[in-house]
């Protein structure tokens, strides 16, 4: 039952890129009504407090420390608290919390639906845990296979302060990072994926504003059952042949993909790279850093979590 006539949002941290994408997104679907927080007050506990108290949902698109202060104060309200929807990093692999990833398995979306706290996933993870997945539960990857996992997102990933860097002066064209290997978003790739060895995970930044893409090497002969690239790619495709926002494409002759295609969409493509006579394979998930990977995710959560999945589709 809603507090209001429809159902209320608070973005807690709306003036961020994240925030501000979901704004504008939820701005499209009069089905549910946004509150804020006077800017010049933002960040004031008390004002946070008593807004959480009135609305029905209330959405952190904050840094983790910030958000696990506001998820403290949402569960303080008890009767009052409203549900939770959290984009950053900080309650992920929390047991507590459902993963936001309605594509992970059968029952995920109803798991959504039915929670007072869902975690939103990382970019990067989105599209590593949607290759590696379905080949894991399908018994052709082994859990314990070396996994490393490539990406490339464009500078937007970074938050407002990157977005500043790369469109000011004195930016690299592009970089590796995240080499001392310990990147946030390890631990959910792991445990969503289902691997019991944990990846190596190389992200990379362009000097291009968003879009990713991420890749996955395969060894074909250390799968169970010596699949072919076409074997993985029907495995995938009957994972999501009911989904409408994952879509499996022929992997085309030329060997080549750019991150930038599905940007302002929710779309992720997922395509199988290979070369049978070589036993190799590279499986690439392809998606907007600010869309599946961020705004448009947190609206289709949003959609379940609130039972507006159809608005919540024509929004993301
Ligand atoms: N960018 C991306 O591609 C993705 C980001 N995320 C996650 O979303 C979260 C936000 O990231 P992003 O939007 O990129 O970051 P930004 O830096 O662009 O935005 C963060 C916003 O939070 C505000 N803020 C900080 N502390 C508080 C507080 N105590 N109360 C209210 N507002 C506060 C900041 O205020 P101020 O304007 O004053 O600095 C800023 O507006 C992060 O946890 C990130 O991991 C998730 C998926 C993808
Ligand atoms: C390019 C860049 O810096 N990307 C960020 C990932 C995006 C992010 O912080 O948000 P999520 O964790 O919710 O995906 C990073 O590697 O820290």
Not at 4 to 32: C, H, N, S, W, Y
Not at 177 to 192: A, F
Not at 216 to 222: G, I, Q, S, T, W
Request: hydrophobic share 40%; aromatic share 6%; with cysteine.
């Amino acid at each position: 039952m809603a507090k209001g006539k429809v159902p209320t949002i608070f973005i807690d941290g709306e003036a961020g890129t994240t925030g501000l994408g979901i704004r504008q997104r939820l701005e499209a679907m009069p089905e549910v009504a946004l509150r804020s927080i006077d800017p010049a007050h933002r960040k004031e506990p008390e004002a946070k407090r008593a807004l959480m108290a009135e609305v029905d949902l209330v959405v952190l698109c904050l840094p983790d420390a910030a958000s696990k202060e506001s998820a403290a104060m949402a569960a303080s309200l008890g009767a009052d608290a409203p549900k939770l929807l959290d984009a950053s990093t900080a309650h992920r692999v929390d047991p507590a919390w459902v993963y936001g990833v309605p594509e992970l398995a059968p029952e995920q979306g109803q798991a959504i639906a039915g929670a007072p706290r869902v975690a939103n996933p990382g970019c990067y993870p989105t599209g590593g845990i949607l290759l590696l997945r379905p080949l894991v539960e399908a018994g052709l990857l082994p859990a314990d296979y070396p996994i490393t996992v490539n990406a490339v997102s464009g500078y937007s990933g970074g938050g407002k302060s990157m977005i500043e860097a790369y469109e000011g002066d004195g930016h690299p064209a592009y970089e590796l990072y995240g080499l001392g290997l310990e990147h946030k978003h390890v631990p959910e790739l792991q445990t969503y994926s289902k691997l019991s060895r944990r990846p190596i995970f190389v992200p990379s930044v362009g000097n291009f504003r968003q879009g990713m893409l991420v890749s996955v090497p395969l060894h074909l002969d250390l799968l169970h059952g010596s699949p072919t690239p076409f074997s993985l790619e029907q495995a995938l495709s009957t994972y999501y042949a009911n989904s409408d926002w994952v879509k499996v494409v022929p992997a085309g002759v030329d060997g080549k993909l750019e991150p930038e295609a599905l940007n302002g969409t929710n779309v992720l493509e997922l395509r199988v790279f290979g070369n049978a006579s070589r036993g190799q394979a590279v499986l690439v998930a392809r998606l907007d850093n600010l869309g599946k990977g961020a705004s448009g995710a947190a609206v289709q959560n949003i959609g379940l979590m609130l039972g507006l999945q159809d608005a919540a589709r024509a929004a993301a």
